[in-house]
């Protein structure tokens, strides 16, 4: 069965530092492009970033340039979503999700999201 | 930045009715449009991509049309499991691909 499972929620402060995962099983990590989107609460997707893992080509969205960092390890087929220092409006759910085929693609395999509140 | 543009916000329907759930993209996405299901407390789920093609178990009725700017998915009778919000998503001009705000499905 082709899936992603996410790391469980995440209560943080801000100022803290935070990287969420996101493992890949049932097929060719490497293969597909991973996308990581955000879900704010009571709003819609959000994509932030893509990462094709055979060779880590990244590209961000505008708007998360410069807030996270989106890597890969190939070797343990799993995805990762970082911060180095978080904000109160970076409480949300992030999803990673799958590529369906190639560059242009639909997301067709998401994984379960993780929660993150960040809090004083 | 490719702004997709979903319409009506809520739509409330009967089971069994047919629901026409609308996007609009600001430029040209070609047919490189996916929608998406997403229920409460679960992740999105693809439904159709390239506009037209039904997703891996999707029931066939879910259908999608259009090209270019201007797109539709229509259920052609409501179940109940049906009621949920959906999402279009442009993924042609990327950085950034781009969803649309959502329709709520509401059952009247």
């Known amino acids: 069965e082709v899936q992603l499972v996410q790391s469980g929620a995440e209560v943080k402060k801000p100022g803290e530092s935070l990287k969420i995962s996101c493992e890949a099983s049932g097929y060719s990590f490497s293969g597909y492009w991973i996308a990581w989107v955000r879900q704010m609460p009571g709003k819609g997707l959000e994509w932030m970033g893509i990462i094709y893992p055979v060779d880590s080509d990244t590209r961000y969205s505008p708007s998360f340039q410069g807030q996270v960092t989106i890597s890969a390890d190939r070797s343990i087929s799993t995805s990762y979503l970082q911060w180095n220092s978080l904000r109160a409006s970076d409480t949300a759910i992030y999803y990673c999700?799958?590529?369906?085929?190639?560059?242009?693609?639909?997301?067709?395999?998401w994984g379960q999201g993780t929660m993150v509140i960040v809090s004083s | 930045e490719t702004v997709m543009t979903q319409f009506p916000a809520t739509l409330s329907a009967s089971p069994g009715e047919r629901a026409t759930l609308s996007c609009r993209a600001s430029q040209s996405v070609s047919d490189n449009l996916a929608w998406y299901q997403q229920k409460p407390g679960q992740a999105p789920r693809l439904l159709i991509y390239r506009a037209s093609t039904r997703a891996t178990g999707v029931p066939a009725r879910f259908s999608g049309s259009g090209s270019g700017t201007e797109f539709t998915l229509t259920i052609s009778s409501l179940q109940s499991e049906d009621f949920a919000v959906y999402y279009c998503?442009?993924?042609?001009?990327?950085?950034?691909?781009?969803f649309g705000q959502g329709t709520r499905l509401d059952i009247k």
């Open positions: 998503q442009q993924y042609n001009n990327w950085p950034p691909i781009t």
């Open positions: 999700a799958k590529v369906r085929q190639g560059r242009k693609d639909a997301f067709d395999i």
